[in-house]
């Protein structure tokens, strides 16, 4: 990675025991929630960070039973996680509320979270049939509202990249090794690329930031994978975020 002064600094750099699995940014504050999980130990645990100046709020937290609980959103300072209602389901059951010190602050074991609105959380109860929606607030748990027919769900401030499939057509030229679709996105008037240079029968994935002429970062993030990676990198709230070292590191550059 370049390291020159005139060059993006990483606003933020953690680096996890296990595969980072699921990534969620807060609606209103600058706050990146991770779940990574661990094989070997077969746990999961959540972790979450001001992104804006790299202070750790909480790290590698571990619930009972971690393995079946999974990250779901991170609202106001909150982050909930779920659980599932059967091994052989996706369908989601359970919520767990976790303030931004690492506390558990309460706990549903029949309730699975749908989305947030500006008025709390919107619930259902998995083993109901049809839409009935519950309102609850996300401090406590507590009920607001038995039945919301309808809602307006918060929004987040995410930018995801383009894909191209023609480097030929982009404003600066990329190395001729290119391998599939090239990730793209013209940002404050910065060009970011995200791509993978075939080797034999494996491929690096680089990461690639110009304003104007200028390289303004150039880094690696995977190195002899056996097949390309999709998911480049997003934005939130004028931060690039992406994953490196084989899935277990954490990088945001402040863009």
């Not at 590698?60 to 996680?81: A, C, H, M, Y």
């Not at 307006?152 to 030229?173: C, E, G, H, M, Q």
């Not at 993978?196 to 930031?209: F, G, R, W």
Request: aromatic share 12%.
């Amino acid at each position: 990675m370049l390291s020159d002064p005139e060059y993006i600094k990483p606003s933020l750099v953690k680096k996890f025991d296990g595969i980072i699995w699921k990534i969620e940014i807060d609606d209103k504050f600058p706050i990146i929630a991770i779940e990574s999980r661990n094989a070997e130990t077969h746990t999961t645990a959540f972790s979450a960070y001001n992104f804006q100046s790299g202070e750790c709020l909480f790290e590698n937290l571990v619930v009972e039973d971690s393995w079946r609980w999974s990250l779901d959103r991170v609202s106001n300072k909150i982050i909930f996680i779920h659980s599932y209602l059967s091994d052989e389901t996706p369908e989601h059951n359970g919520i767990i509320a976790i303030n931004d010190q690492g506390n558990i602050i309460w706990q549903q074991y029949n309730k699975a979270l749908r989305d947030i609105s500006d008025e709390g959380l919107v619930v259902s109860d998995p083993k109901i049939q049809g839409k009935w929606l519950e309102l609850l607030n996300p401090t406590n748990g507590t009920s607001l509202k038995s039945f919301i027919p309808n809602y307006r769900p918060v929004t987040r401030d995410i930018t995801i990249p383009s894909f191209i499939f023609d480097k030929n057509i982009l404003p600066v030229p990329l190395s001729r090794a290119v391998a599939g679709e090239i990730a793209y996105l013209n940002y404050h008037n910065k060009l970011i690329f995200s791509y993978h240079i075939e080797n034999n029968n494996t491929y690096t994935q680089k990461l690639l930031i110009y304003e104007g002429d200028k390289i303004l970062l150039e880094d690696s993030l995977a190195i002899n994978i056996l097949k390309r990676n999709p998911e480049a990198f997003f934005i939130s709230c004028s931060h690039l975020f992406c994953i490196r070292d084989e899935k277990r590191e954490i990088v945001s550059y402040l863009v």
